[in-house]
């Protein structure tokens, strides 16, 4: 059984700083696609980067400049390091990790940027 659990998130002010971490197992964690997702009251879900099993990123233009995604497959992590936090950054987090053509989420990070 895949397991996708996020950690990291909080209220921070704008302009500063937080690290999310995403840990998957129950998978070849290295063959995994992964990505961080976020959603903010009232909107969809929309896509904020993802890292392929290769190392490949891929940025929403809202978020490029300011987060990175990383992954070390030793720790079987996925991190978002996020920069410059914005008001507008404010959402719930969710990694998404794609093993064997399935889709897992986790259960979703809350980030505040205050203004």
């Known amino acids: 059984q895949v397991q996708v659990v996020e950690s990291g998130g909080g209220l921070v002010q704008a302009g500063g700083s937080l690290r999310l971490s995403c840990v998957v197992s129950?998978?070849?964690?290295?063959?995994?696609?992964m990505g961080w997702y976020r959603q903010a009251p009232g909107k969809q879900r929309e896509l904020v980067a993802t890292i392929t099993s290769g190392g490949g990123t891929n940025y929403a233009d809202s978020v490029k400049g300011r987060f990175t995604i990383s992954r070390d497959n030793a720790k079987r992590t996925v991190y978002l390091q996020m920069n410059s936090l914005k008001p507008e950054d404010t959402a719930v987090y969710y990694c998404?990790?794609?093993?064997?053509?399935?889709?897992?989420w986790g259960q979703g990070t809350q980030v505040t940027a205050s203004s």
């Open positions: 129950g998978s070849l964690f290295s063959m995994n696609a």
């Open positions: 998404h990790s794609r093993w064997l053509s399935k889709d897992y």
